[in-house]
């Protein structure tokens, strides 16, 4: 803390910016005995306190009055200042951390804002003085940058525009002003490493021949002009003065003369300017011998530059891969002849795609090649290469992209337009009553697509040139399109399949719609579908149980007792065998967890039936064999080898059945 400075612990909250000086003072309650009269005869007056209406000016952001309460030091403090009781004319108020801080020093570390209260003169500050001799305002951090506004947008043209004082007053304060703007504008900038000059508007204005006649404005724009000369020889000089030590590598090298030519060609274009050129001209006029060195260096600023330029463009070859670049660039012109745009927009979409997929592939092996280059020269010489790999590899990148971008071009004519190779496919055909709904709604989307496809067909000049970056504007409006395009198609798919009825159906549905499903959003619908049709497996499965469960089975009369349910348990499996097979052999459900579930209950189920059906035949091969008398020679197993039908004995030329008929 520095030794004027008083400080408080008191919990910190922004607030908007308080009154200025110019706003109406607040209310002034308070007062305080004092001797106007200087006399000391100790007759005292009730004077109002100014310290209240001092704290209502205070308008720093992180300041509340209601919290940051001013301690009994502090108070102490601006009573010695406003009494006049302090050898300082300025105070700064400002909040360190969770602290309010009233100083007669600048902080030395950086603080967000600092508040100044500045006397005009060593007087008593009262109630009716105090708009008179106290001025106030506000810095915030950088805090010279946020002078510099204020001297130029207020204070400067407030004080350069008054005509009310004594000439010499005024003369002397403008010289002093003007003085004390150059430096300030010089070290505004000079902290960004920029040189900047300042250009005095009275000079710039002012007529030459009027101008000359005046010996105090010939003054002052001579003390501007010695500050230019000094800032010129300055940068001038810099080269030497500026530590590049023999261990700097070549990119220090580069970036010293990077910033050298930013600021040398910043200050030949301000030396261009007609303000400069003006006041040149006005010295030159009265032949001031400030201006031959003014113009000495102001040439060696001009040649400077020259040579700054110079030196950047031939070591930029030692940091930018120039040669590298050029060999990406012509990478780039051979892939994009073998693309032929025409034929993308015309529907040749599966040759297309190979040839994008084949200049991606030729940018990828060059980028590869770079790579194992790249490794082989560590491995012999044990240092990387000093190369920008962004840089080498930035438009090869740029056009990968844009072959993938035509690859889904392709893609998309191929799902929402049935275009395959400059051909399009017939329109599948939809049974049942919304058949026509679903063609007429697949109509609906190829239109909306082909009016998608005219914003990239209008363009098709950039998309191939990489630096065009109208490119990612227009296709982003085209992969809109395309979304709207996928709700409309997950629209029309549900639609399809709400007149499924059978396994089969579902099985055609999804086959016709199988190949969007590289979409992601329509195939979360088609997976979706999968497991309804899967499902409606599993309800056939559910419904053969049922029936299988059924005591007695619905026989036509024409069948036996035994033969006749094992027929009819057959037919059962033969529903769900066709069912099966017709999922099963759809690979894009059979691929599917569901499916497997499904599969594993469907083979228990089969078995189950196979399991019955030779339940039934035992029962039936034992009943047999009681009837007929087990062990004799004419036994069950012989009757069965036996002819169904045979000659008939009884009539010449007939046949007759020749089983039992018991």
Known sequence: MAEDEVDASIPVEAQDEGPKNDEAPADRPDTKKSDRSGSGSGSEVEEPDVKPYIKSQISLLEYDEEKHLFSHEQDDFLDDWIENKSKYRSIFIYIDGENIKISHEVPHKSIHSIQYFTKSADVEIFMDNVDEFVSHGVLHVPHIESLLKQMNGAFSPLFLSNKTWPDSIRNDFTSHLQRFMAYLTDMRHKTEGHTILYIPKEGATADITSACADKDLVQRLETVMIHWTMQLKEVVYAQDSQEITENSGPLEEIEFWRNRCADLSS?????????????????????????????????????????????????????EPWLLRKLSNEIILRCSKEIHLEKIFDGYCITSMKTLNEAIDCCSKWKETYERVSKAHQTSTGQEWILDKTSVFAQIEAFIQRCRDLIEVCECQMHFARYEDGQQTKMPIFPGQRGQDVVRSLQEIEHTFRRNLVILKDIKHTILDVK?????????????????????????????????????????????????????????????????VVQMF????????????????????????????????????????????????????NETPVFEEAKQTYLQLTSNLDDTIRKHFTEWQLLAEKEIGKGSKNDAHKRLEQPLMIRSHDKHGMIEVNFDRW
Request: hydrophobic share 35%; glycine share 2%; with cysteine.
């Open 538 to 589: 599993c309800e056939e499965m559910n419904k053969v149980k049922k029936e299988l469960n059924n005591k007695r089975p619905y026989l036509s009369l024409q069948y036996p007792k035994y033969a006749g349910q094992a027929h009819w348990i057959k037919a059962l499996k033969r529903r769900l065998e066709n069912n099966f097979k017709v999922i099963e052999a759809a690979f894009f459900v």
């Open 267 to 319: 200050i030949s274009t301000q030396l261009d300017k007609a303000e400069v050129k003006k006041i040149e001209s006005i010295l030159d006029a009265v032949k001031s011998s400030y201006v031959g060195q003014f113009r000495k260096y102001a040439q060696q600023i001009q040649d400077g530059s020259k040579q700054s330029e110079n030196n950047l463009k031939f070591l930029n070859i030692l940091k």
């Open 468 to 532: 065009a970056t109208s490119w990612h504007d227009d296709y982003n409006k085209f992969r809109n399109g395309v979304k709207d395009l996928e709700v409309m198609m997950q629209n029309t798919i549900s639609s399809a399949f709400e007149s499924v009825r059978t396994v089969e159906q579902g099985v055609d549905l999804l086959e016709i719609f199988r190949h969007l499903s590289t979409r992601e959003t329509i195939k979360r619908t088609l997976d979706k579908k999968i497991v309804d």
